[in-house]
Protein backbone atom coordinates (compact mmCIF):
# COMPACT_ATOMS: atom_id res chain seq x y z
CA UNK A 1 0.00 0.00 0.00
CA UNK A 2 1.11 3.79 -0.57
CA UNK A 3 -0.86 4.76 1.83
CA UNK A 4 -1.67 8.71 1.95
CA UNK A 5 -0.27 10.29 -1.12
CA UNK A 6 -0.38 14.21 -1.67
CA UNK A 7 0.72 16.06 -5.35
CA UNK A 8 2.37 18.75 -5.75
CA UNK A 9 5.65 18.84 -2.94
CA UNK A 10 5.71 22.28 -3.17
CA UNK A 11 3.55 25.22 -5.19
CA UNK A 12 3.89 28.59 -5.76
CA UNK A 13 0.96 31.15 -6.49
CA UNK A 14 -0.09 34.02 -6.59
CA UNK A 15 -2.65 36.44 -4.93
CA UNK A 16 -5.88 35.81 -6.82
CA UNK A 17 -5.03 32.15 -8.64
CA UNK A 18 -6.78 29.06 -7.99
CA UNK A 19 -5.78 25.44 -7.72
CA UNK A 20 -6.46 22.15 -6.28
CA UNK A 21 -4.26 19.96 -3.99
CA UNK A 22 -4.68 16.35 -4.62
CA UNK A 23 -4.88 13.56 -2.02
CA UNK A 24 -5.55 10.11 -2.27
CA UNK A 25 -5.34 7.00 -0.05
CA UNK A 26 -5.39 3.52 -1.26
CA UNK A 27 -6.65 2.03 2.21
CA UNK A 28 -10.39 1.80 1.49
CA UNK A 29 -10.59 4.37 4.25
CA UNK A 30 -14.14 6.17 4.74
CA UNK A 31 -13.04 9.14 7.56
CA UNK A 32 -10.52 11.92 5.32
CA UNK A 33 -9.73 15.41 6.35
CA UNK A 34 -7.95 18.60 5.37
CA UNK A 35 -5.35 20.33 8.02
CA UNK A 36 -3.30 23.20 7.68
CA UNK A 37 0.05 23.45 9.56
CA UNK A 38 1.34 26.85 10.33
CA UNK A 39 3.81 27.51 13.12
CA UNK A 40 3.01 27.72 16.47
CA UNK A 41 -0.64 26.54 15.80
CA UNK A 42 -0.53 22.84 15.42
CA UNK A 43 -3.05 21.49 13.04
CA UNK A 44 -6.02 22.69 12.24
CA UNK A 45 -8.70 21.22 10.61
CA UNK A 46 -10.34 22.49 7.14
CA UNK A 47 -12.74 19.95 5.77
CA UNK A 48 -13.45 16.45 6.30
CA UNK A 49 -15.51 13.79 4.80
CA UNK A 50 -16.91 10.57 6.04
CA UNK A 51 -17.87 8.71 3.13
CA UNK A 52 -17.98 9.45 -0.26
CA UNK A 53 -20.75 12.35 -1.42
CA UNK A 54 -20.48 13.53 2.49
CA UNK A 55 -18.42 16.31 3.38
CA UNK A 56 -18.11 18.55 6.41
CA UNK A 57 -16.53 21.82 7.49
CA UNK A 58 -13.58 22.03 10.13
CA UNK A 59 -12.63 24.92 12.43
CA UNK A 60 -10.68 26.58 9.36
CA UNK A 61 -12.88 26.36 6.07
CA UNK A 62 -12.92 29.43 4.15
CA UNK A 63 -11.31 30.29 1.14
CA UNK A 64 -11.31 26.35 0.69
CA UNK A 65 -13.21 23.87 -1.25
CA UNK A 66 -13.76 20.17 -1.09
CA UNK A 67 -15.37 17.16 -3.07
CA UNK A 68 -15.61 13.54 -1.98
CA UNK A 69 -16.85 11.60 -5.35
CA UNK A 70 -14.69 8.83 -4.42
CA UNK A 71 -13.90 6.81 -1.65
CA UNK A 72 -10.09 7.24 -2.79
CA UNK A 73 -9.64 10.75 -3.73
CA UNK A 74 -10.63 14.05 -1.34
CA UNK A 75 -9.14 16.57 -3.41
CA UNK A 76 -8.92 20.38 -1.61
CA UNK A 77 -9.73 23.22 -3.75
CA UNK A 78 -7.91 27.37 -3.49
CA UNK A 79 -10.55 29.28 -5.05
CA UNK A 80 -8.71 32.32 -4.88
CA UNK A 81 -5.76 32.18 -3.29
CA UNK A 82 -4.61 35.13 -0.70
CA UNK A 83 -1.10 35.29 1.36
CA UNK A 84 -2.99 34.13 4.67
CA UNK A 85 -3.24 30.44 2.81
CA UNK A 86 0.91 30.10 3.28
CA UNK A 87 1.19 27.19 4.76
CA UNK A 88 1.75 23.92 5.00
CA UNK A 89 -1.29 21.17 3.98
CA UNK A 90 -1.54 17.65 5.42
CA UNK A 91 -4.05 15.00 3.64
CA UNK A 92 -5.55 12.47 6.28
CA UNK A 93 -7.53 9.71 6.39
CA UNK A 94 -8.79 6.75 9.07
CA UNK A 95 -10.60 3.52 8.42
CA UNK A 96 -14.07 5.36 9.72
CA UNK A 97 -14.97 7.78 12.13
CA UNK A 98 -15.32 5.64 14.82
CA UNK A 99 -11.73 4.10 14.33
CA UNK A 100 -9.25 6.24 15.79
CA UNK A 101 -6.04 5.55 14.09
CA UNK A 102 -4.93 8.35 11.57
CA UNK A 103 -2.73 8.41 8.86
CA UNK A 104 -1.07 11.18 7.55
CA UNK A 105 0.54 11.93 3.91
CA UNK A 106 3.75 14.12 3.30
CA UNK A 107 2.29 16.94 3.07
CA UNK A 108 2.00 20.10 0.37
CA UNK A 109 4.11 23.25 1.21
CA UNK A 110 2.00 26.13 -0.26
CA UNK A 111 3.46 29.61 -0.81
CA UNK A 112 1.32 32.40 -1.96
CA UNK A 113 2.77 35.83 -3.47
CA UNK B 1 -15.27 22.18 20.48
CA UNK B 2 -12.21 20.75 21.97
CA UNK B 3 -9.31 23.04 22.76
CA UNK B 4 -5.96 21.12 23.72
CA UNK B 5 -2.89 23.01 24.96
CA UNK B 6 0.75 21.88 25.08
CA UNK B 7 3.57 22.69 26.73
CA UNK B 8 6.35 23.40 26.78
CA UNK B 9 6.63 24.64 23.12
CA UNK B 10 10.29 23.66 22.80
CA UNK B 11 12.44 20.98 24.68
CA UNK B 12 16.62 20.62 24.78
CA UNK B 13 17.21 17.64 26.66
CA UNK B 14 20.80 16.05 26.98
CA UNK B 15 20.65 12.49 25.44
CA UNK B 16 20.23 9.91 27.70
CA UNK B 17 18.11 12.07 29.45
CA UNK B 18 14.24 12.01 30.45
CA UNK B 19 11.92 14.34 28.11
CA UNK B 20 8.08 14.83 29.36
CA UNK B 21 5.53 16.66 27.69
CA UNK B 22 1.82 18.01 28.68
CA UNK B 23 -0.74 18.48 26.95
CA UNK B 24 -4.29 19.71 28.58
CA UNK B 25 -7.86 19.33 26.86
CA UNK B 26 -11.12 21.19 27.72
CA UNK B 27 -14.34 18.59 26.74
CA UNK B 28 -14.67 16.05 28.99
CA UNK B 29 -16.42 13.47 26.19
CA UNK B 30 -13.18 13.17 24.61
CA UNK B 31 -12.02 9.75 24.79
CA UNK B 32 -9.03 9.03 22.48
CA UNK B 33 -5.81 10.78 23.25
CA UNK B 34 -2.95 9.68 20.21
CA UNK B 35 0.60 11.38 20.19
CA UNK B 36 2.30 12.04 16.87
CA UNK B 37 5.74 12.61 15.80
CA UNK B 38 6.76 14.67 13.03
CA UNK B 39 10.13 14.54 11.47
CA UNK B 40 11.53 17.97 8.99
CA UNK B 41 9.72 17.51 5.76
CA UNK B 42 7.54 14.77 6.84
CA UNK B 43 3.57 13.93 7.76
CA UNK B 44 2.97 13.01 11.55
CA UNK B 45 3.25 9.66 12.40
CA UNK B 46 1.36 7.79 15.33
CA UNK B 47 3.23 7.02 18.46
CA UNK B 48 1.48 6.05 21.03
CA UNK B 49 -2.43 6.51 22.07
CA UNK B 50 -4.09 6.23 24.68
CA UNK B 51 -8.10 5.64 25.87
CA UNK B 52 -10.02 7.05 28.50
CA UNK B 53 -10.28 3.82 30.05
CA UNK B 54 -7.15 3.56 30.38
CA UNK B 55 -4.54 5.61 32.88
CA UNK B 56 -1.01 4.40 31.77
CA UNK B 57 0.17 2.64 28.14
CA UNK B 58 3.82 1.93 27.95
CA UNK B 59 5.78 1.20 24.39
CA UNK B 60 9.70 0.49 25.12
CA UNK B 61 11.12 3.75 26.18
CA UNK B 62 7.98 5.91 25.65
CA UNK B 63 4.86 6.22 27.96
CA UNK B 64 1.84 8.12 28.08
CA UNK B 65 -0.08 8.76 31.33
CA UNK B 66 -3.96 10.36 31.42
CA UNK B 67 -5.68 12.17 34.23
CA UNK B 68 -9.19 12.22 33.69
CA UNK B 69 -10.47 14.29 36.34
CA UNK B 70 -7.61 17.06 35.46
CA UNK B 71 -8.23 16.53 32.02
CA UNK B 72 -4.61 16.25 31.41
CA UNK B 73 -2.30 13.68 29.38
CA UNK B 74 1.28 13.68 29.56
CA UNK B 75 4.55 11.72 27.33
CA UNK B 76 7.25 10.23 28.73
CA UNK B 77 10.13 9.40 26.45
CA UNK B 78 13.15 7.75 28.40
CA UNK B 79 16.64 7.35 27.38
CA UNK B 80 16.47 9.85 24.61
CA UNK B 81 18.48 9.36 21.37
CA UNK B 82 19.31 11.66 18.95
CA UNK B 83 16.41 10.67 16.46
CA UNK B 84 14.07 11.39 19.13
CA UNK B 85 14.57 15.10 18.12
CA UNK B 86 11.67 15.70 16.39
CA UNK B 87 8.39 17.91 16.77
CA UNK B 88 5.57 15.99 19.00
CA UNK B 89 1.91 16.82 19.02
CA UNK B 90 -0.98 15.91 21.26
CA UNK B 91 -4.32 15.28 20.16
CA UNK B 92 -7.57 14.82 21.63
CA UNK B 93 -10.58 12.95 19.87
CA UNK B 94 -14.44 14.40 20.52
CA UNK B 95 -15.01 12.96 16.78
CA UNK B 96 -12.98 15.28 14.98
CA UNK B 97 -9.04 15.34 16.02
CA UNK B 98 -8.35 18.51 18.11
CA UNK B 99 -4.08 19.19 17.93
CA UNK B 100 -1.74 20.54 20.75
CA UNK B 101 0.56 23.46 19.31
CA UNK B 102 3.26 21.03 18.90
CA UNK B 103 6.65 20.80 21.19
CA UNK B 104 10.28 20.70 19.38
CA UNK B 105 12.26 18.40 20.88
CA UNK B 106 15.90 18.79 20.40
CA UNK B 107 18.19 15.57 22.28
CA UNK B 108 21.74 17.14 22.50
CA UNK B 109 24.87 14.57 22.30
Known amino acids: NAGVTQTPKFQVLKTGQSMTLQCAQDMNHEYMSWYRQDPGMGLRLIHYSVGAGITDQGEVPNGYNVSRSTTEDFPLRLLSAAPSQTSVYFC????????????FGPGTRLLVL | GENVEQHPSTLSVQEGDSAVIKCTYSDSASNYFPWYKQELGKGPQLIIDIRSNVGEKKDQRIAVTLNKTAKHFSLHITETQPEDSAVYFCAANDYKLSFGAGTTVTVRA
Open chain 1, 92 to 103: ASRSDWSQETQY
